[in-house]
T-cell receptor, first 112, second 105 residues
Framework: DTGVSQDPRHKITKRGQNVTFRCDPI?????LYWYRQTLGQGPEFLTYFQNEAQLEKSRLLSDRFSAERPKGSFSTLEIQRTEQGDSAMYLC??????????FGQGTRLTVV | GIQVEQSPPDLILQEGANSTLRCNFSDSVNNLQWFHQNPWGQLINLFY???GTKQNGRLSATTVATERYSLLYISSSQTTDSGVYFCAVVKDMRFGAGTRLTVKP
């Protein structure tokens, strides 16, 4: 499978715990995007990388959210001290610069 | 940032009917995509269409960049077409709120 891969697919965590999600983009794609989607809403842009450089992070929801793409390949999104309001689908996409983007299957987070 | 508006928010059709979904955007864009979100939440690429018209089976899309809108046409709708359709402006990575389509048998 050469599509965008996200892991895990589902995560249930207790409030206050830290969680980390992984995204493996389509190989050779230099851009990688993270989105959050809550029920009934469109995907909400969080941040994106061009290779290993994080070019936009002002839309990360709070300082509890952070993302990395250390070698310009896979990326991780971490949420510290999770809250119930963090429950959502977290989506990753990749593309070549400013061209068609492809999405992974998402990670569904439930904070209890 | 660019504002993206989709209409209608909800659409209910009888199987076999045709439909048009609209996406308006507030600024010039160099690329726009249409997606279908399946019941499991995955976004399926339908069209990458910065301008002009493309067709894929029963679906086609037209983007008129100078007038800042795009249209998605679904002909002879089937129950499997049900779901949420999103347009996204890749320049700003911003999505519209989507059109929820329900096709009844």
């Amino acid at each position: 499978d050469t599509g965008v891969s996200q892991d895990p697919r589902h995560k249930i965590t207790k409030r206050g715990q830290n969680v980390t999600f992984r995204c493996d983009p389509i190989s050779e794609h230099n851009r990688l995007y993270w989105y959050r989607q809550t029920l009934g809403q469109g995907p909400e842009f969080l941040t994106y990388f061009q290779n290993e450089a994080q070019l936009e992070k002002s839309r990360l929801l709070s300082d509890r959210f952070s993302a990395e793409r250390p070698k310009g390949s896979f990326s991780t999104l971490e949420i510290q001290r999770t809250e119930q309001g963090d429950s959502a689908m977290y989506l990753c996409a990749s593309s070549l610069t400013s061209t068609e983007a492809f999405f992974g299957q998402g990670t569904r987070l439930t904070v209890v | 940032g660019i504002q993206v508006e989709q209409s209608p928010p909800d659409l209910i059709l009888q199987e076999g009917a045709n439909s048009t979904l609209r996406c308006n955007f507030s600024d010039s864009v160099n690329n726009l995509q249409w997606f279908h979100q399946n019941p499991w939440g995955q976004l399926i690429n339908l069209f990458y269409i910065p301008s002009g018209t493309k067709q894929n089976g029963r679906l086609s899309a037209t983007t008129v960049a100078t007038e800042r809108y795009s249209l998605l046409y679904i002909s002879s709708s089937q129950t499997t077409d049900s779901g949420v359709y999103f347009c996204a402006v890749v320049k700003d990575m911003r999505f519209g709120a989507g059109t929820r389509l329900t096709v009844k048998p």
